[in-house]
């Protein structure tokens, strides 16, 4: 919608959003722990109207063979048709496959979780961490909201038993040792609507933009992951103003995971 | 006979229905029985693509059905399976003889159902919220259905198996109703049973779907009239 | 008349029997089964002496003759346009139904409305088989420029535009923010300042939230005076920009 589109821009050039939020504001978010029982860690996150639920599935698997004492993980988000009326049925298009690559990079090569904790056995047996994004409904800003989700799914997974062959035992109640994790990853999401920088964009202000760029950062204020997206360049201010306000505003994030 | 969560038999899991659960979808809804949870959205009517699967005297109930990859116990990949595309398809019968889908020629009633947790009886689960969705959307329907499963252990039936019931039980044998006009939209069955259960159960199905049906109907004004 | 199984403003959902009667007939949302008359929609019941009705709560936009819409410009075709109007059919805008001559082979199309423009038009025919046209005849039609967009229930438009547009006119009159409500529940605003829009978008909400209520317009009434804006003895006129031909 075109008049859409340029009422976002006119108020981006006056410093102002169209749900009457600051620039660096986000909507309310919420975290609720746990909401899946069955899953050794879950978490669904609203963040306004958006709604995304992480699990976490752990088992038991052979390491690969050069490196036979690490656990793996793997992350995947899956664009459900559930979530948006401009859904297009078909295999996932290059905006899901990237949101997917996003998380995983956020939490597997960032090294938010270490792989050499989850090793059973050298060589023979060790964890293999599995986070799935269920998107429920998109009203912007999936991107933060998935990585929050999976974020929270993952701080408070716990393993299973296992049973005498070494293999989890889905009967027995599963263990209290949580899942070893090194930090947790926020991520905060910009997008570039005329000359400003919006944090947590709705979809009319994604809509808009021109540019986007997404800074996940750790507990100890570094910057774990970038993604820059979309087809405008940032400018160096650009791209600094939106990691120091991810690195403050991340800390406030991390703070609503229990 | 005691039910693995103590249950009398003829009693359902706790069940909890919550409509509007989401902004995007016309009509949506949660429906939990015991820890099967699923979330259902509908879309529409709404132009159908692609067009030549248009019927031109009438709309189409399309039905997705998935299983979240962290509902099992065993992690389930993501994306359809035979299973899944089954029940989509049951359950898009099921729930297609209660919409006027005359009133809608060409177009389609888009029904997806995300479960998100499951131990036994989703799919009764994703019928009852896809009705609850339909209903919130207002698709104008016939009749509500309610969808139960019926089962049969050691001599007794039991209503809404859950969790390893499946396996204790001598048979499977989810039904969805529609408690006006009182007729069968889906049946199905696995196991072995005589003519003289068949009745028995479906007396247990008419039963139960009354309750149902109240909990669908108290869900749905909830959300309206708040 | 005691035979009725529900009262007036009952919330049922579909499949709930009204009646067991021949007295009675089934109006909008109802069906009749045999002697039985059922709702046909989730909503409220209106009875009307013997007609049975219900009153939808929810629901899509479906066109029907001489609707005013406001619709979403999705595809320029050779002789018209296709619009996105929130049904379950796109509807069409061909050359015939803008005012003036166009001379496609000489015009660019994409100039006079492009895809993304929103435009306020009339629906001129709705075809049994399911075609829908519009047409830009009408002296409020209007491609806009400005403002913006709120999406509602188009279950809700009668009541917020009001009787004989009681309510609409009643948030212009005291906001002087100028609002189209199209029949498929698409509105567009346009006020003096952002505040006066999010206040304006934030009443029509609390009309379609609480539809049902009694006395709403009472209500609104009262909101809108709380939003202390300078009074206005006339309601804008959004009909006075016309699209140039």
Avoid at chain 3, 206 to 211: A, E, H, L, R, V
Wanted: charged content about 30%; overall charge neutral; hydrophobic content about 40%.
């Amino acid at each position: 919608m075109r008049v859409q589109d340029d009422f976002v821009r006119k108020l981006a050039s006056e410093g102002k959003r169209i749900d009457g939020r600051k620039m660096d504001e986000t909507r309310p978010i919420e975290i609720i722990s746990r909401p899946i029982e069955k899953a050794e860690g879950s978490a669904l996150v609203r963040i306004g109207d958006t709604q995304v639920i992480a699990g976490v599935k752990l088992s038991v698997a052979e390491p690969y063979s050069d490196r036979p004492d690490e656990g793996s993980l793997m992350a995947g988000a899956e664009f459900s048709p559930i979530a948006s009326p401009d859904f297009e049925p078909g295999p996932p298009n290059a905006e899901s496959i990237e949101l997917a690559r996003v998380i995983d990079r956020g939490i597997r090569e960032s090294g938010a979780i270490d792989v050499k904790k989850l090793c059973i056995k050298k060589g023979e047996k060790v964890w293999m961490v599995s986070v799935d994004i269920n998107i429920l409904d998109n009203h912007g800003n999936l991107l933060d909201a998935s990585a929050l989700a999976a974020s929270a799914a993952l701080a408070n997974t716990v393993f299973p038993a296992l049973d005498k062959d070494g293999k989890v035992d889905f009967y027995a109640p599963k263990t209290k040792t949580k899942l070893p994790i090194a930090f947790k990853p926020v991520a905060c999401t910009f997008y570039k609507v005329g000359d400003k920088m919006l944090l947590d964009p709705t979809r009319d202000e994604e809509h808009a933009a021109t540019a986007r760029i997404t800074i996940t950062t750790r507990d100890d204020g570094n910057v774990a992951a970038i993604q820059k997206g979309g087809i405008e360049g940032l400018t160096e201010e650009e791209i600094m103003y939106a990691a120091e306000t991810s690195i403050k505003k991340g800390k406030d994030i991390r703070k609503l995971i229990k | 006979m005691k039910r693995i969560d103590g249950r009398k038999a003829d009693e359902l899991r706790e069940l909890e229905i919550e409509a509007g659960v989401l902004r995007n979808a016309t009509g949506s809804a949660r429906v939990r029985m015991g820890r099967t949870i699923a979330v259902a959205g509908v879309y529409g009517p709404r132009e159908m693509f692609p067009r030549r699967l248009q019927k031109n005297e009438k709309a189409t109930v399309q039905v997705r059905y998935t299983m979240a990859p962290f509902s099992t116990d065993e992690r389930v990949r993501p994306g359809r399976s035979r299973r899944s595309q089954e029940i989509s398809m049951v359950a898009a019968n099921a729930l297609e003889a209660a919409v006027f889908t005359e009133d809608f020629p060409k177009a389609s009633i888009d029904v997806f159902v995300d479960i998100i947790q499951a131990d036994a009886g989703t799919r009764t689960a994703a019928i009852n919220a896809a009705a609850v969705a339909l209903a919130d959307a207002g698709v104008p329907m016939r009749d509500m259905i309610c969808s139960v499963a019926i089962g049969k252990i050691d001599g007794t039936y039991v209503v809404d198996l859950a969790g390893k019931e499946e396996d204790a039980s001598v048979c499977d044998f989810p039904v969805s109703y529609m408690p006006n006009l009182k007729k069968v939209t889906h049946m199905q069955m696995d196991g072995n049973i005589t003519k003289k259960d068949m009745e028995e159960m479906m007396k247990l199905v008419v039963k139960t779907c009354e309750k149902i049906h109240k909990a669908q109907k108290e869900a749905l004004e909830k959300r309206w009239l708040k | 008349m005691s035979d009725l199984l529900k009262k007036d403003r009952d919330f049922v959902v579909p499949g709930e029997k009204l009646v067991e009667s021949m007295e009675y007939l089934p109006g909008r949302n109802c069906f009749r089964d045999g002697d039985i008359v059922f709702a046909k929609k989730m909503g409220l019941v209106n009875i009307s002496g013997r007609v049975l009705s219900v009153i939808p709560l929810n629901g899509i936009y479906m066109p029907a003759r001489d609707d005013m819409i406001i619709g979403e410009v999705t595809d320029v075709q050779s002789n018209g346009w296709v619009v996105d109007v929130g049904a379950p059919y796109q509807a069409y805008l061909p050359l015939s139904g803008i005012r003036g001559y166009l001379d496609s082979a000489k015009t660019d199309l994409s100039k006079v409305y492009g895809v993304g423009d929103m435009i306020y038009g009339k629906i001129k025919m709705v075809s049994s088989t399911q075609s829908v046209h519009i047409s830009m005849f009408d002296r409020m039609c209007r491609k806009f420029s400005g403002g913006r967009i709120l999406k509602v229930n188009p279950a809700k438009v009668p009541r917020i535009i009001g009787k004989s547009g009681s309510m609409i006119d009643m948030i212009k009159r005291k906001t002087g923010c100028r609002v189209v409500v199209g029949q498929n529940g698409v509105v567009w605003l346009e006020g003096d300042c952002p505040k006066t829009e999010e206040f304006v978008m934030d009443v029509i909400k609390q009309i379609q939230d609480n539809s049902h209520v009694e006395g709403l317009t009472n209500k609104i009434e009262k909101v809108l005076d709380s939003g202390n804006f300078p009074a206005r003895d006339r309601v804008p006129d959004e009909g006075v920009e016309y699209e140039k031909d």
